[in-house]
């Protein structure tokens, strides 16, 4: 995405949310409104649009704001087949580490932002049980945590929504190391994300296998 002209309206999540989903334009005119995983990473001073999806995108729609040629589409299904319990890997998630805070006279919470990077390394530590894998380390005899895995970025990234309203969403990066605890969960957590805000970047986890 080197095109400063192309790339200029690419100033906070929303405008991202609409490029992934105007890439799958027969779904849009189906009126088909599947979830599509994506993140933004950058590696060598280059960034890389990852989607994941049900549905093949198509590549002239993805390739609207990056570089002719670069778009590269592949199966996901052989290597979920690889995947086995007791697998390691590392592991790489973008993701929005929140809780939820019980209001009275409502059936529903409202939502904040783990701020610290205890409580979002916590945040992790704990959805990895409902997701099928554990984060590789031990806890320490002080009560903290020896976890081998780190967040590597904290943001707090704009988000502009239809009504106007501009508000910014906790956005971590965490890496590391993990086991596979329960194969169906943890394929579950490949394919349907992590945690909220999955439309707009979060929720995307890569794995690359061990030995």
């Known amino acids: ?28 005119a189906a009126g088909i409104r599947n979830r599509h995983l994506w993140r933004i990473d950058t590696l060598h ?19 609207t704001y990056g570089v002719e040629g670069t778009v590269q589409i592949k199966s996901y299904d ?3 087949a690889s995947l086995v319990q007791g697998q390691t890997m590392r592991f790489r998630l973008t993701a929005n580490p929140t809780y939820a805070v019980m209001q009275p006279g409502s059936d529903r919470g409202k939502v904040y932002p783990h701020v610290t990077v205890q409580q979002q390394r916590q945040w992790l530590v704990n959805k990895s049980a409902k997701a099928g894998f554990k984060v590789l380390g031990q806890a320490n005899s002080d009560g903290t945590d020896n976890f081998t895995f780190d ?52 929720g995307l986890m890569t794995v690359i296998p061990e030995g």
Request: a positive charge; zero cysteines; aromatic letters at 8%.
């Open 1 to 28: 995405m080197k095109n400063r002209q192309k790339i200029k309206d690419l100033t906070h999540l929303g405008a991202y949310h609409n490029w992934v989903e105007e890439s799958f334009p027969d779904e849009m």
């Open 45 to 63: 001073g280059k960034q890389y649009l990852l989607v994941l999806s049900d549905s093949q995108p198509n590549p002239q729609k993805l390739v």
């Open 78 to 80: 052989r290597f979920l």
């Open 151 to 202: 967040v590597v970025s904290r943001e707090r990234v704009p988000l502009h929504r239809k009504s106007g309203r501009g508000i910014r969403l906790s956005q971590v990066t965490f890496e590391g190391q993990l086991k596979i605890d329960d194969l169906e969960l943890f394929k579950q957590a490949l394919t349907q994300g992590i945690g909220r805000e999955k439309a707009f970047g979060m």
